[in-house]
């Protein structure tokens, strides 16, 4: 039988997912379809300032000629969530997919008002980014609005670092994060960036 990566990726799946988080909240993998729908119905309440933005937003005369490249794009491993109440109300999502042979970007997690602050977020972290672990990536990464406190704080408390800032046509300022799924690959982050010493000077060195 002929393994296809989408039943390799189902099996690692089917060993997280359903996945339990604080507030008996379950995440579910689901498909591209129920998402949109989901998204359709809760996004107000989760990103309820997001119609008043100005955002660049690709002219509708030119969707035609970005079909072939978003057939292609449409291609990468993709994961998709919805989080469920124990009433079975879906009260968040997340989703991500391929950004790179070693990376999973994490696109966009929202919680409904009532359920943030319950440590549902710091559990999905862990959870996800263990599960993309067992994938084989070794780095997950994000972009975030600078004044995004709480999905800021979360990450960094979860493990995550800063990794960039970059302008963004549509977006405006965003902070890039990263999170390593080794601590070898963690401590290259650390080590490359530390400041140390100089070597000792010589003694010809006038400037000791
Ligand atoms: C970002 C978001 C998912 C966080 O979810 P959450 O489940 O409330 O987060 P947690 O309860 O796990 O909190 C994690 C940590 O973040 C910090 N934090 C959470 N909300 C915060 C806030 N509003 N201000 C400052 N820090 C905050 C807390 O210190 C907490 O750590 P602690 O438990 O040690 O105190 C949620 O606020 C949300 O859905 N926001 C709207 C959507 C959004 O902006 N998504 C991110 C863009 S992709």
Known sequence: MIETLAQRVAEVRARFFPMT????????????????????IIAPRIFPHDGQLRRFRTPPEREADLQ?????????HRERFVLYSPDGEPVGWSYGQMEDYLTFYMHTMGLVPEYRGKGIYTAWLRGLC??????????????????????LIGKLKAGWVITGMELDESYG????????????????FADVFS????????AQDKRA
């Open 21 to 40: 988080l604080p507030a008996s909240v379950v995440a579910h993998p689901v498909d591209a379809d129920t998402l949109e729908q989901i998204k359709c």
């Open 68 to 76: 072939l490249v978003r057939d292609m794009y449409a291609h990468r």
């Open 130 to 151: 263990e599960y993309i672990g067992a994938l084989g990536y070794e780095r997950l990464t994000s972009h975030h609005q600078p004044n995004n406190r709480a999905v």
């Open 173 to 188: 300022p965003l902070v890039k994060m990263a999170y390593y799924t080794h601590s070898d690959r963690e401590h290259g």
């Open 195 to 202: 400041m140390r010493p100089p070597p000792k000077r010589g």
